[in-house]
Nanobody, 123 residues
Framework: QVQLAESGGGLVQAGGSLRLSCAAS????????MGWFRQAPGKEREFVAS????????YYADSVKGRFTTSRDNAKNTVYLQMNSLKPEDTAVYYC????????????????WGQGTQVTVSS
């Protein structure tokens, strides 16, 4: 069992930045590949970014590539999502998730989920 808790969401103007954090507890954090997803009202949950167990590889959705960066600190059991040049279309609830599976962009591949944090970008 892994418990995940996101923080760092909020209201920001277009062009601004936010840094989300996801703190993990329970099983060994470094065993898990971690992912970030988001869900806007009336839309399906979508992949944003992921990072491998060691942090050596990262993957991004095309819509955020070049603007968002994910990283992790296994000593602190925490994964981060730095979001720059935010756009109104980035408005959503952002979730972190953990998987023992190999790299995946699919929601069903991730077994453990946080409660989400709201990000709102005003125009």
């Amino acid at each position: 069992q892994v418990q995940l808790a996101e923080s760092g969401g909020g209201l920001v103007q277009a062009g601004g930045s936010l840094r989300l954090s996801c703190a993990a507890s329970g099983r060994t954090f470094s065993n898990y590949n971690m992912g970030w997803f988001r869900q806007a009202p009336g839309k399906e949950r979508e992949f944003v970014a992921s990072i491998t167990r060691s942090g050596g590889r990262t993957y991004y959705a095309d819509s955020v590539k070049g603007r968002f960066t994910t990283s992790r600190d296994n000593a602190k059991n925490t994964v981060y999502l730095q979001m720059n040049s935010l756009k109104p279309e980035d408005t959503a609830v952002y979730y972190c998730a953990a998987t023992l599976a190999d790299y995946s962009r699919q929601v069903p591949s991730y077994k453990y989920w946080g409660q989400g944090t709201q990000v709102t970008v005003s125009s």
